[in-house]
């Protein structure tokens, strides 16, 4: 697939987050399908001015505004604030209050170029490891690895 369709299809996914909710990168890429967290960062970063994408609404699941090397945090700060999104003193939106949550059913991505596929409805990708949870059920428990392994003493590092 092109970078310039997953970018699209991200993009859709998040022009339908309403004003006053935020998601989460994981989120987004979630719904999109086929990608992870850090290309919706990408896909975000790669806007043009003037765009009608609301990419103040997608935040970290921390609840945090990413840093950015172009320093925008403030104006993605002060748009939420201006929708009605709250931040704790620490910087901090409750996701569970304000965080967004397609009703069930619902195609959140119906404006998909794509065809409105919802990323649910998606058949997993070929050879795409299980996800952490039940890759950890899965994965017998190792023991610990000793600070002075073998591969570092033979750097030379300790």
């Keep these: 697939m092109s970078g310039k369709g997953l970018y699209e299809r991200i993009y859709a996914v998040v022009r339908t987050v309403p004003p006053g909710r935020v998601a989460t990168y994981g989120q987004i890429a979630r719904l999109a399908g086929r990608c992870g967290a850090r290309q919706v960062g990408y896909a975000l970063a790669a806007l043009p001015d003037g765009s009608d994408v609301p990419w ?3 935040i970290n ?3 945090k505004i990413s840093m950015r090397r172009s320093g925008h945090e403030d104006l993605q700060r002060w ?3 201006d929708e009605g999104v ?3 003193l620490a910087g901090v939106v409750d996701l569970a209050r304000f965080g967004w949550q397609p009703e ?3 195609n959140a991505g119906a404006d998909f170029p794509t ?3 919802a ?3 998606l058949p997993p990708v070929p050879g795409r490891p299980p996800r ?3 890759r950890a059920a899965k994965t017998p428990a190792r023991a610990p690895r000793h600070p002075t392994s073998i591969r570092g003493a033979r750097k030379g590092r300790r």
Excluded: I, M, N
């Design 56 to 58: 103040q609404r997608v």
């Design 61 to 63: 699941s921390q609840g």
């Design 79 to 81: 748009l939420l604030e």
């Design 86 to 88: 709250e931040f704790s």
């Design 104 to 106: 069930p059913g619902v």
């Design 115 to 117: 065809g409105g596929t």
């Design 119 to 121: 990323a649910a409805d």
């Design 132 to 134: 952490a949870k039940e």
